[in-house]
């Protein structure tokens, strides 16, 4: 009912940025909290940023001031900027939405595919 597709993720190096994408499809009555997760090897997933659908955003202490997280509710489409990368950052990351598929239920979460950042020189 709902998809969730991630862009943006690759190779860059120590200090570099990238920006992540995550677009939302289906059946959106409303999209209420967006948010990125990561991955890294051998470690649970851990949450990276959330926004709310007004914009209000929170941050693992680890990302504080080098990543920012924003949505563009009229596309249904929330991003990932990333600067001053460091090789920790290494992980699959992760969208994730809670979605209204109608006003007669409540928010269901959904899961993008994750999009691999890799940290590198």
């Known amino acids: 009912q709902v998809q969730l597709i991630e862009s943006g993720g690759g190779l860059v190096q120590p200090g570099g940025s990238l920006r992540l994408s995550c677009a939302a499809s289906?059946?959106?009555?409303?999209?209420?909290?967006m948010g990125w997760y990561r991955q890294a090897p051998g470690k649970q997933r851990e949450l990276v940023a959330t926004i709310t659908r007004g914009g209000s955003t929170n941050y693992v202490d680890s990302v504080k001031g080098r990543f920012t997280i924003s949505r563009n509710n009229a596309e249904n489409t929330v991003y990932l900027q990333m600067n001053s990368l460091k090789p920790e950052d290494t992980a699959v990351y992760y969208c994730?939405?809670?979605?209204?598929?109608?006003?007669?239920?409540?928010?269901?979460?959904?899961w993008g595919q994750g999009t691999q950042v890799t940290v590198s020189s």
């Open positions: 289906g059946r959106l009555y409303v999209i209420n909290n």
């Open positions: 994730n939405a809670g979605v209204r598929t109608s006003y007669l239920v409540p928010d269901t979460d959904y």
